[in-house]
């Protein structure tokens, strides 16, 4: 039995769906909001919109793939998994670890005091790495136009 042979931009539509239907769910949570203090100004961000945004990211590097596969032009294997894998895991990993800093640590009337600060170095460290993760992209489609152009000449 042959096995059908995946694409890898299916995986960001798909995450992105899911990302879009949890967004859906937590608009009834008033309270998931990010709040983000600089200086004087507090920036309020609801959860949904994150998660819309982020979905909206995952449909335009699925697209990325997508044209890239179109147009015959073949990216590097293992940048694209490394690139995919992280790129879809991160963001679980993310939610999980948040959802235990909650559970672990109870808002009290005192988050001063509180000593979370290991589970909120790890949330950001898992953060940066998906951050960072999405400069593999840009990596493999500049080596591989590279490639592709360079062997046309």
Do not use: R
């Not at 991160?90 to 000593?115: G, M, R, T």
């Not at 460290?125 to 080596?143: D, M, R």
């Amino acid at each position: 039995m042959k096995l059908i042979k995946q694409n890898v931009y299916y995986y960001f539509w798909i995450t992105a769906i899911v990302l879009i239907a949890l967004s859906i769910y937590w608009l009834n949570f008033e309270d998931a909001t990010l709040d983000i203090n600089v200086h004087d100004t507090y920036y309020v961000i609801h959860n949904s919109h994150i998660l819309q945004l982020i979905a909206f990211l995952y449909i335009f590097l699925g697209f990325i793939y997508w044209f890239f596969k179109k147009i015959n032009i073949k990216l590097i294997k293992v940048l694209t998994q490394l690139h995919t894998s992280i790129s879809i895991l991160i963001f679980p990993l993310y939610f999980v670890c948040n959802y235990l800093l909650e559970l672990l640590y109870p808002p009290s009337n005192f988050p001063l005091f509180d000593d979370n600060q290991n589970f909120q170095l790890l949330i950001t460290v898992i953060t940066l790495i998906g951050l960072l993760a999405q400069l593999l992209i840009i990596f493999n489609i500049i080596i591989s136009l590279a490639k592709y152009f360079i062997h046309k000449i």
